[in-house]
């Protein structure tokens, strides 16, 4: 009976540990926003490239953890149209932030978020820019959908107006 409970109780001890280690690894990071899942870092923003019309088309995959992330300049009053496409839109997390350059204009020094889906899970957002600087769009999986699925592939349309 002795050796019974002693490995129950070796049992429990594991599947306590095994639950802290997975409950720190789906905290949130305070720098990616409430949308996304960390711990892994947001890959190096890349530079949006705009056509004639002003609208920039970026097409990726989402693998686990990972995150992308794009960036552009826009201006004071101008309007932002943003568009995700996939298969598995509702499993994205989608933020857009203002980067420290005028973060002193907002109440969020750290980096000001002006729109996130992570509340509503929409796919598409149109809004004013709040001040001219230097904008970036954030994507990753959700924390319950990066330990499910393998890959999520996307588009997003960026529209300045």
């Not at 905290?27 to 004639?52: Q, Y």
């Not at 001219?132 to 349309?157: E, H, I, M």
């Amino acid at each position: 009976m002795r050796r019974t409970g002693a490995s129950v109780l070796v049992l429990i001890l594991a599947a306590l540990a095994a639950w802290v280690s997975t409950a720190q690894d789906t905290k949130p990071a305070a720098s990616l926003g409430p949308a996304l899942a960390t711990p892994h870092a947001v890959n190096p923003a890349t530079e949006l490239k705009f056509g004639d019309e002003r609208i920039a088309r970026v097409e990726g995959m989402l693998v686990g953890k990972e995150r992308r992330a794009y960036s552009f300049d826009a201006h004071k009053g101008q309007r932002v149209v943003l568009t995700l496409s996939s298969d598995r839109s509702s499993w994205i997390g989608m933020d857009l932030v203002a980067t420290p350059v005028f973060a002193s204009a907002h109440r969020d020094a750290a980096s000001p978020t002006v729109y996130t889906n992570f509340i509503d899970g929409s796919t598409t957002w149109e809004g004013v820019v709040p001040a001219d600087g230097s904008y970036t769009l954030r994507l990753g999986l959700l924390n319950a959908q990066a330990r499910k699925v393998g890959r999520v592939d996307y588009a997003v349309d960026v529209n300045l107006k």
